[in-house]
C-alpha cells in the first residue's frame, strides 16, 4: 500500500523528461507543482529534434528549476540536413543548455535506416566533444555500433549518460571505464525486468543516475493506470534504493550530487 509519505522524497533530481511532449506541456504548473510536492528541485527537460529544442529552453526561461538537452534524436535522423548542426550548435549555446542529446541509435523500433542514425549521431557525438558537452545517450539493440563511433570519436573528460539503460549487465563495466553515466527509468520497476535490475547493481554509487523519461513507460505501481509525469520518479528512487540496499534519501542525495557533477548543474 502507498501511504502519503512514500510519495515524497527530498532533494530528487529528474534527469531525463520531455516537458514539451503534447502529454505534459498543456499543464505545465500543475506537472512543476506535483514535482515539487514529490521532492524534486531539479529537472531536465530533453530535446527531441531542433523546434522541440528550442521550445524546451523558452520553457526553461519561465522555470528556474529547469535545465535543458538539446538534440535530434534517432527516429527523427531522416529528416535532418547539414545545416541542422549548426542551428543545434546555436541552441547550445543558450545558458539554460547542459548537455547535447538525446542522440543515438534505436534498432528496435527502426524508424529510420541504420546507416542515417549513424551518420547523425556520430556528428552530435562530435559536436558534444568540440562543445565539452555531456551527451546524452540513447541506445536501443545498437550497442557494438554505438561503442564503435566512441572509438572513433573525441568525447572528451566528461562524456554523459546512457539513459533508460537496456542494454546487457556485462557491458556496464566497459561504458564505466569509458566514463560515462548510467540512467535508470521507471523499467527498472517493471516485473519482467530482470537484466535491468542486474544492470543496475553493477553500476558504481558514483555514476549512478535516474530520470522519468516522462511521458512514457510510468514506473510501477502505476505503469498500466498513469500518464508518466516527474512527481512519480520518486516510486522508481524508492525501488531503486530498496534494491540497492541503500536508504532512499541518500539514493536521492547521491543522484542528485551525480546529476550536478555530470551536468554542471551548481547548487539548487
Ligand atoms: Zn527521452
Same mark, same amino acid.
Given at each position: ?7 515524497? !522524497? ?11 511532449? @503534447? ?11 506535483? *514535482? ?5 528541485? =531539479?529537472?531536465?527537460?530533453? %530535446?527531441?529534434? !531542433? ?7 523558452? !520553457? ?10 538539446? %538534440?535530434?534524436?534517432?527516429? %527523427? @535522423? ?20 547542459? *548537455?547535447?542529446? /538525446? ?12 546507416? #542515417? ?7 552530435? @557525438? ?19 555500433? =554505438? ?8 568525447? %572528451? ?6 539513459? =533508460? ?6 557491458? #556496464? ?11 535508470? *527509468? ?24 535516474? /530520470? ?7 514506473? /510501477? ?6 500518464? $508518466? ?21 541518500? !539514493? ?5 550530487? $551525480? ?10
Amino acid at each position: 500500500m502507498i501511504t502519503d509519505s512514500d510519495l515524497h !522524497l527530498p532533494g530528487l533530481t529528474d534527469s531525463h523528461c520531455h516537458l514539451t511532449s @503534447a502529454e505534459l506541456s498543456k499543464d505545465i504548473p500543475a506537472v512543476l507543482d506535483r *514535482a515539487r510536492s514529490a521532492g524534486l528541485t =531539479c529537472l531536465l527537460t530533453v %530535446g527531441q529534434g !531542433l523546434d522541440d529544442s528550442a521550445d524546451a529552453i523558452e !520553457l526553461a526561461r519561465r522555470y528556474r528549476q529547469l535545465r535543458v538537452s538539446v %538534440g535530434l534524436g534517432p527516429h %527523427g @535522423a531522416a529528416s535532418v540536413s547539414s545545416d541542422h548542426f549548426g542551428k543545434l550548435a546555436a541552441l547550445a549555446a543558450a545558458p539554460e543548455v547542459v *548537455a547535447l542529446g /538525446e542522440a543515438g541509435l534505436d534498432y528496435y523500433y527502426d524508424h529510420c535506416p541504420r546507416d #542515417i542514425q549513424r551518420s547523425v549521431f556520430a556528428q552530435q @557525438a562530435g559536436l558534444a566533444g568540440e562543445l565539452e558537452l555531456p551527451l546524452i545517450i540513447h541506445c536501443r539493440d545498437a550497442w557494438d555500433d =554505438c561503442l564503435a563511433i566512441f572509438d572513433r570519436v573525441d568525447l %572528451g573528460s566528461n562524456p554523459g549518460v546512457f539513459h =533508460c539503460y537496456t542494454g546487457p549487465p556485462e557491458l #556496464i563495466r566497459q561504458l564505466i571505464d569509458r566514463g560515462f553515466y548510467v540512467s535508470f *527509468a521507471g523499467m527498472v520497476t517493471f516485473r519482467n525486468a530482470d537484466l535491468c535490475r542486474a544492470a543496475a547493481k553493477e553500476v558504481p554509487p558514483q555514476r549512478l543516475l535516474i /530520470e522519468t523519461d516522462a511521458p512514457y513507460l510510468a514506473p /510501477e505501481p502505476f505503469r498500466k493506470t498513469k500518464p $508518466n509525469e516527474p512527481a512519480l520518479l520518486v516510486h522508481t528512487a524508492r525501488f531503486l534504493a530498496q534494491l540497492l540496499g541503500m536508504p532512499p534519501i541518500e !539514493l536521492a542525495h547521491l543522484t542528485t550530487q $551525480n546529476a550536478r557533477d555530470l551536468f554542471s548543474l551548481g547548487d539548487y
